[in-house]
């Protein structure tokens, strides 16, 4: 949905296929969870962020990881 945001003000047809399946993705899913019974659960943030490094339109970019006892969840 990210990626579709770039191209809000001149969305295509393309575009709007993308946006469809992606609510359609979330409407499937919205009753799916993770569920850990462990007392300790630590989350973490890790970011990575590159200001203004695209020499053409100034624009900075971020990327980050969060993670749930070690392992991966966005």
């Given at each position: 949905?990210?990626v579709?945001?770039?191209?809000?003000?001149?969305?295509?047809?393309?575009?709007?296929?993308?946006?469809?399946?992606?609510?359609?993705?979330?409407?499937?899913?919205?009753?799916?969870?993770?569920?850990?019974?462990?007392?300790k659960?630590?989350?973490?943030?890790?970011?990575?962020?590159?200001?203004?490094?695209?020499?053409?339109?100034?624009?900075?970019?971020?990327?980050?990881?969060?993670?749930?006892?070690?392992?991966?969840?966005s």
């Amino acid at each position: 949905m990210r990626v579709v945001g770039k191209f809000i003000a001149n969305l295509t047809r393309e575009h709007w296929s993308a946006i469809k399946r992606v609510l359609i993705y979330v409407k499937g899913t919205s009753s799916v969870a993770l569920c850990f019974e462990w007392s300790k659960l630590v989350v973490k943030c890790y970011v990575d962020l590159d200001f203004a490094s695209d020499l053409d339109k100034r624009r900075s970019t971020i990327g980050y990881v969060f993670t749930l006892i070690e392992g991966t969840i966005s």
